[in-house]
Nanobody, 119 residues
């Protein structure tokens, strides 16, 4: 059974930092790309960052480029999102995501972790 469990959200002041973690189980973590999405109230879910399985290549949404860093530890089956210089507009529920090939591609989501940036 595939599980993605996020942690690390919370309340932080503008300019502060948080590190989100997503621990995966139920599949071979090291061979799949991992993604972080976020969804703010009243808005569409937005892809924030992606990290590939093999080279560990990364890509980011323009809105967070230079402030957030995605990384992974394949020994711990965990993907991270280091968020620096946080802004109020970063307030959202952050979700971990992956797509796994069984007989067909299936998409999986974590339960989400709330990040609130406010003074």
């Amino acid at each position: 059974q595939v599980q993605l469990v996020e942690s690390g959200g919370g309340l932080v002041q503008p300019g502060g930092s948080l590190r989100l973690s997503c621990t995966a189980s139920g599949f071979t973590f090291s061979i799949y790309a991992m993604r972080w999405y976020r969804q703010a109230p009243g808005k569409e879910r937005e892809l924030v960052a992606t990290i590939t399985s093999t080279s560990g290549g990364t890509s980011y949404a323009d809105s967070i480029k230079g402030r957030f860093t995605i990384s992974r530890d394949n020994d711990k089956n965990t993907v991270y999102l280091q968020m620096n210089s946080l802004k109020p507009e970063d307030t959202a529920v952050y979700y971990c995501n992956t797509r796994i090939m069984w007989r067909e591609w299936r998409e999986y989501w974590g339960q989400g972790t709330q990040v609130t940036v406010s003074s």
